[in-house]
């Protein structure tokens, strides 16, 4: 990642600006994973921050790379925003990559507040779950923490790839 590696830890991010981070490879051979964050079975909680011109120069994961793992984006109090990011030159936020256990994208906005992609989101394959307005369960390691909100608004301005998606509420 360009500013933040996290590899089976927990990080928590609120109210954050991440602007013109870059991941480059050292050679074509190496991809570079993760504009802004890179997370390795981790879990991240965002909340309220924008993720803006992020780039991965021949990889995946513009703003985002997730390998397996938990991405928690909250919107409470504020919005979270992802624009301008790209990876390989395409437009894309987030990538999911479930090659090696399921990577997991929680997306809670509450009422008033709302999450917006201007960028897309791929995976390496279906077995990527993305859950929105999800409620906290405490029998699923994989659901939102707890308290996340419900019920606002979650806009997807690019395309969800290779994904399973699912809604709520």
């Known amino acids: 990642g360009g500013a933040i590696y996290n590899e089976n ?3 928590s991010i609120d109210g ?5 981070n870059h991941a480059n490879a050292s050679s074509s051979f190496i991809e570079a994973l993760g504009g802004a964050i890179y997370n390795k079975n981790g ?3 965002i909340k309220n921050s924008t993720f803006s011109t992020n780039y991965s120069s021949n990889g995946k994961g513009g703003a985002i790379y997730t390998e397996g793992g938990t991405v928690n984006i909250l919107a ?4 979270t925003i992802f624009q301008n990011n790209t990876a390989n030159g395409i437009d894309n936020a987030i990538y999911l990559d479930s090659n090696m256990g399921t990577a997991t994208l929680n997306l809670n906005s509450k009422l008033g507040n709302t999450i917006t ?3 897309g989101i791929d995976s390496s394959s279906t ?3 993305i859950n929105i307005n999800k409620a906290h369960d405490d029998s699923d390691p994989l659901s939102p923490p707890d308290g996340a909100p419900v019920n ?4 997807l301005n690019q395309a969800i790839s290779n994904s399973t998606v699912n809604t709520y509420n």
């Open 9 to 11: 830890g927990t990080i």
């Open 16 to 20: 954050s600006v991440f602007l013109e």
């Open 43 to 45: 879990t991240l909680n």
């Open 76 to 79: 409470d109090g504020g919005n």
């Open 117 to 119: 992609f201007n960028d």
């Open 127 to 129: 077995d990527s779950v």
């Open 152 to 155: 606002g608004e979650i806009l």
